[in-house]
Structures are given as C-alpha cells and as structure tokens.
C-alpha cells in the first residue's frame, strides 16, 4: 500500500517537527519544509522513516508552487497539508508606535498570505485525495493577546480563512484550524532566554483550568486527529490551550 504524503511547513522545530514525527511513526511520509534552519530539519528528517527536505519561503508563491512540485515529484500525491509556518514581532499590545505597516506586511504575508498559497498550491491533489488541510493559529485570534497586535491580527485572519476554504474546498476536502496557548518551544526559548521562557510557562500554568502548559507533541496530537480521523469535521478552530479561552479576565 502507498504510504500517505502530508507536506508540514516550517518543520524544522517545534510544533512541526512534532507533526512530521508523529505522522512518520504512523506511517506517513512526510515533507520537512524550512526556511533558513537546514541543519535542523535535517534533524527532524532523520527521526522520520521516510522524509524529503525541501527549502522554501511559503510567503512567496513560486516557493510554494516548487515545495509542492518537489513533493509530486517524489511521491505523486499529497494527502494532508499542514500550515505551520508563521512569524511574529514582540511588542506590547499598548505600544502603538512599536509597530508599522511594513510589520504587520510582513507578519500577514508569511502567517496568512503563505497558508492561502500553499492551499492553492496543493488543491489540486487534495481533491484527488480527499485530503486535509490543518491551519496552526493560536488562542491569540480569539482573546487579542500574545506577541503583538498584528500577530494576534493575523491568527484571526487566518481563523477567517479557515471557514471560508472550508466551504469552497469540500466536500473533498477538510480545513481546520487548531488554536495553541502557550507551547514550550525552542521559538519561546529563542525570544525570551530560557529562563524567561520558563517563567511564563509556569505563570500560564497557573492561569488555565488544566494547571499545565502544553508541549508540541500535545499540539501535534490535534493536528493528527484532525488529518487522520475528524471525518465530519471542517471549518473549525479547535482550541488546545489548557482551557486559556475560558479562563476569566484576571
């Protein structure tokens, strides 16, 4: 039997490379896409069975079309497709002048503008396939907090899009979107220190229902699900936050 293809973008780290690891020991095979981290994703694709590495920058659209080929070319198929890719800048939501157009440019064009062109990329062969396609997003879209204003803007564009491709790609195939928290990965650990990174875990600890904070493999868990399984689910933004969305303001 063919294995299943699933093509996992900015999976050289965290939340992504969970995604691949998981769906390899499923027996999937899987592209590792990267931007700049080679060596890392070079790491990722040695815990997975049967990996391609492919590099790209998903905010442009040529990249996307030849992440997509790269993928045709060595398997023929792609199965599931999961939007992993995305950007920041840390400013605090009350300073209005740490951000400009170019910022928030910048931040749609690879956390909104690269999921919509890499669902163009893949449509094709997803309908062939009735695949799936997983859009990662945040608890930012819902509450307006994390890294910055336009970050948590560009999660609820991206929610937003989610529902729309839902409808005008079924019924062959499903869009959702899952919704992180806080979510200890080497992206928090870069931004903040160490140290600091493991502050706000435990104080985002303390605020949610489940006294916990996630790990990417608690993420890639959904997303799975979401591929594998969920097969009268679309369109939605699945929350995996430890129940941060229904924790009252304090």
Avoid at 58 to 72: G, I, M, N, P, Y
Avoid at 101 to 124: E, H, S, W
């Amino acid at each position: 039997m063919t294995p299943k293809v699933a093509i996992i973008t900015g999976a050289s780290s965290g939340i992504g490379a969970a995604t691949a690891i998981d769906l390899s020991n499923r027996g999937w095979s899987v592209v590792i896409n990267y931007s700049r981290s080679a060596d890392e994703a070079a790491k990722v694709a040695a815990s997975c069975k049967d990996a391609l590495v492919v590099q790209a920058d998903v905010s442009e659209d040529a990249e996307c079309r030849k992440l997509v080929q790269a993928t045709l070319d060595k398997w023929g198929r792609v199965d599931a497709l999961v939007n992993n890719a995305g950007t920041t800048k840390f400013v605090d939501h009350a300073d209005l002048d740490g951000l400009d157009a170019d910022d928030f440019l910048r931040i749609y064009k690879l956390n909104v503008v690269g999921p919509f062109q890499m669902t163009r990329a893949c449509a094709p062969v997803l309908k062939t396939s009735h695949g799936a396609i997983v859009n990662v997003s945040s608890v930012a879209s819902q509450l307006g907090i994390g890294s910055s204003v336009a970050y948590a803007a560009s999660k609820a564009a991206l929610n937003a899009m989610t529902y729309s491709l839902a409808r005008s790609l079924g019924p062959e195939v499903r869009v959702n979107a899952v919704c992180p928290g806080y979510v200890d990965t080497p992206w928090h650990h870069t931004a903040h220190g160490s140290d600091r990174a493991m502050k706000i875990a435990a104080h985002y600890s303390g605020l949610v229902p489940l006294k916990d904070y996630a790990r990417p493999e608690d993420i890639a868990d959904a997303i799975v699900w979401l591929i594998e399984g969920a097969r009268q689910v679309t369109g939605e933004a699945i929350f995996v936050d430890g129940g941060l969305h229904i924790t009252p303001p304090r």
